[in-house]
């Protein structure tokens, strides 16, 4: 049995290093065995956001790269379907799996399902309830097109129900508590030592690169302004993703007083976060490692996809809005946070290989 795993995006090689592990595991085993051929795209390109998650993580190492990046949605897209179509026909695979929400699963998405390819899309079933966000449009296409649907959570699956999706749904846990299981007990490295080394105070960790925080910089201005005002009581440790970084330099936005780092390796992250005393972000992943890893999390976005966290109070809504970052920080500072498995077990990549190969017909259906 053939998988063709597209990725592209720097969660994606995340989650992709699970799967691989999870295809190995599963092929010592004597089963029939699974080739794991892996495109990926090219929409993330600079080493730390990107080469350094296959070198540090053990994802197969892509057959394809594709290249393709830094254009507009429609045209990156597009390109990437161009070249998907050609490297599908070639490899004939029996499955094409997909993660998450980026121009790159839907690129995937598209592709497979116009050559019948049965496709399987991870991390199904989210939804913020905003179409004005790229993902939500990605991965609402997305899980409308899938064969097989892994969800992280009882919540997404009933969200594809509304939607009239029920067939080949499964609750697979979430595969980024796997890799937390995994990683996170590493020793932290020499630069996360020397990082940590320089604060003097607790700190919190802070990432931000949503189009909604960064198009326009008001908001991101507006966030900026507002951690400022925090740094007399914590160290505002800034990774900052390449999008941010540009509107930065561009506008001349002030970071004084904001320690500023560029983005990285994930062990280093997850390190980071251990030794945290909160998280400030707008990325979808990093809320949840907050939580795996109990740190109390401020999310600057006006939704979330893991309202599950809302729910219990691990994670405060608070937008790009002053009194509502500063608010969050208070009620959550020195709350104790307990990761009680919401995501699952920690086996998600297992359960959803083992669900494919059963259920994945050895004969192609596709029409190449
Ligand atoms: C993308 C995903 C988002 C995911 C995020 C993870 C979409 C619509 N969005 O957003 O869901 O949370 O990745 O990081 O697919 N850039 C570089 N170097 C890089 C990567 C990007 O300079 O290695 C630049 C690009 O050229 C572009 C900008 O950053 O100008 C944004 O990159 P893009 O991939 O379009 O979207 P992300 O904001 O990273």
Redesign the pocket.
């Known amino acids: 049995m053939k998988i063709l795993t597209v990725i592209?995006?720097?969660?994606q090689f995340i989650k992709a290093s699970i799967i691989s592990d999870s295809i190995r595991r599963h092929n010592t085993k004597g089963k029939r065995q699974i080739e794991d051929v892996v495109v990926h795209t090219g929409?993330?390109?600079?080493y730390?956001?990107?080469q350094v998650f296959f070198d540090e993580l053990g994802v197969t190492a892509p057959k394809y790269s594709l290249d393709i990046?830094?254009a507009t949605?429609g045209v990156?897209t597009g390109k990437m379907m161009m070249a998907l179509d050609k490297v599908m026909i070639a490899e004939k695979p029996d499955l094409v799996l997909v993660f998450?929400?980026?121009?790159?699963?839907l690129a995937g998405a598209i592709c497979a399902s116009k050559l019948h390819l049965p496709l399987a899309h991870i991390e199904a079933g989210l939804r913020a309830f905003n179409k004005k966000i790229?993902?939500e449009v990605?991965r609402i296409l997305t899980d409308q097109i899938s064969d097989f649907l892994f969800c992280p959570s009882q919540q997404a699956v009933d969200w594809l129900k509304n939607e009239g999706i029920v067939n080949n749904v499964f609750v697979s846990g979430d595969v980024m508590y796997d890799s937390v299981i995994k990683f996170s007990s590493r020793e932290p490295s020499p630069t996360v030592k020397n990082i940590i080394h320089k604060m003097k105070k607790p700190y919190a960790v802070v990432t931000i690169?949503?189009?909604d925080n960064?198009t326009d910089s008001k908001r991101l201005k507006q966030i900026l302004k507002t951690l400022q005002q925090l740094i007399a009581e914590i160290d505002i440790l800034f990774l900052v993703?390449?999008?941010t970084s540009?509107k930065i330099i561009e506008e001349q936005i002030s970071c004084e007083g904001i320690n500023i780092y560029e983005p990285l390796g994930y062990y280093d992250l997850l390190q980071l976060v251990k030794g945290s005393q909160c998280v400030f972000t707008d990325?979808?992943?990093l809320q949840k490692e907050a939580f795996f890893l109990e740190k109390p999390c401020i999310t600057l976005r006006d939704e979330t996809e893991w309202v599950e966290l809302v729910k219990q109070g691990a994670n405060i809504l608070a937008g790009a809005d002053e009194d509502k970052i500063l608010s969050a920080y208070q009620a959550l500072k020195n709350k104790i946070i307990t990761n009680n498995n919401i995501y699952g077990d920690g086996r998600a990549g297992d359960k959803i290989i083992s669900i494919l190969h059963q259920l994945v017909p050895s004969q192609l259906n596709s029409i190449i």
């Open positions: 592209g995006a720097r969660p929409q993330h390109f600079d730390n956001m990107s990046h830094s949605h990156m998450g929400d980026t121009n790159s699963t790229p993902e990605n690169h949503r189009a960064t993703h390449p999008r540009k990325s979808g992943g």
